[in-house]
């Protein structure tokens, strides 16, 4: 028989408190006394986030009466046996606003699953029936929900009763409340909503039609010839705030939390850089929709939601999907080759400024997410490389590899067409080794030294190489030289901040002018040759001097005054200048066969 569902309630009971109250009942408990588990960690962000800490307070009942319930560790409850339905009541504090968390007050509520959702240990796969009630009061009458979780009696856009057919799907859905516009386009036939909260002036007409772009696109480039993504529907959820950036991903969703001049108005004509950026993040969660939620690494089926769940392919994940995501805006026409070219420049020249990238590989960050990406402190450039961005630096060059071995013939986009119809559309899990296999296996190329050096190696990529075969120059230069002279401005081999007026090192270079001098993380510069800087004035006066000069810079470390001779370095080479050439041909036309879309080879 199958197991009978398990049924959620979740209302805002107390917006001004922040408080959602969230009940679990099991018709059939354990005989020897139910548990129930609240993850410790979301899916896609890679950090053990213990959301049981923000459950306040819990009671269970069953036939009108109290049953004991007891935590047993930081995540579980262990009911006292009983029969018949049983039922546990939950109080949330929901204060993150963020996309992966929940956040309710008297304007809006948002939930992800993995933050109020407890499952009931044993029940894994049993179908989950959710009634989202609005919170009480006249003055949340015009109260919406948007969310791509399947809806049983609640009317669109509604209050009322969700399904999902396990555990798994229940806590992929995430739920927004409130009052947010509303807008839907099609996108060869699948409806994809947008639910837009928070104060903007933003055209949702343009926000449409852009988006639609953006998920034809990548539809066709997994599905050339059905061209229609996976979903019965797919919603972007967004918030927009004065200051904030983040996305998550979901099965048929994604949450979206960005700045509100990130957001195109209704005058602008062109994709100012503030919108690409948007786009940008907004073609990242989509193509995630293949690249992460379907196919997957092995070890993500199931989740393991009580603790870390290690995979070595961050870098084909995030880093692949990163390099898509921007590809896609110029490949469909948003931005044009040159703004394209300027966004991997920038990723290029931030790979670059990081030493880490030359003590850790991207399958070891990958690895080491939970305890180094997620976790960055002063010393994280000297020590860990991005995931994301030298990860999208090797998907462009694998791409330029297959490109330029093959004349032509195959490109990544064939890698990843195979890896979604052999791995995602199926349900197979990728193994470790799956990527380069399937490139093997597509392509006929071998490139196993390439994804030895590249992915498990840190040694640069030879990326100037490649683009040279793109007809693209590739020019690393120091980020300020003397306007006169073009002699390269001086440097202390730190990242200086301000904190309360105060120039304060808040990195310090591995191996750089400042840390050979003494220097640390944290100290604030007060003094260069016996002379007042502050935040806004201590850059300036460093590049005020020769590189080599000696300078005497007095800095305290806490409240202790110290003094350190520095001898001045260059302003390291960091950024990055790309700039496209007219000839050879068979170089221009390579090039046009990688941005346009149309003129990729489609294999099927
Ligand atoms: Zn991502």
Known sequence: MPPQPIRYTIRPSRPAAHIFEVSVTVAEPDSAGQRFFMPVWIPGSYLIREFARNVVAARAESGGHPVACTKIDKATWQCAPCGGLLTLTCEVYAWDLSVRGAHLDETHGFFNGTSVFLLPLGLEDAPCEVDVLPPEGDRFSAWQVATALPRADAPPLGFGRYRAANYDELIDHPVEMGTFEHAVFEANGVPHHIALTGRTRADMDRLTRDLKKICEHQAALFEPVLRKAPVGEYWFLVTAVGDGYGGLEHRASTALLCSRDELPLAHQAKVTEAYRRFLGLASHEYFHTWNVKRIKPSVFIPYDLARENYTKDLWFFEGFTSYYDDLALVRCGLIDELSYLELLAETIGRVTAGSGRLKQSVAESSFDAWIKYYRQDENSPNAITSYYQKGALVGFALDANIRIQ????????????????????????????????????????????????????????????????????????????????????????ARIGARNGDAVLEQVFDGGAAQSAGLAAGDAVVAVDGLRVNGATLDKRVRSYPVGSIVMVTAFRRDELMTFNVALQAQPATTCVLTTQNEPAAAVERRAAWLQANKTPSLG
């Open 406 to 493: 093959s004349g032509g013939l195959f490109s990544l986009d064939d890698v990843m067409r195979a890896l979604w119809h052999n791995y995602g559309k199926v349900g197979e899990g990728v193994p470790e080794g799956g990527i380069e296999a399937t490139v093997i296996k597509v392509t006929g190329l071998d490139l196993s030294a390439f994804f030895a050096a590249a992915v498990y190696g840190t040694v640069d990529i030879d990326l100037a190489s490649l683009f040279n075969e793109f007809a693209i120059d590739m020019k690393l230069r120091a980020a300020s030289v003397r306007k006169d002279t073009d002699a390269i401005e001086s440097s202390l081999g």
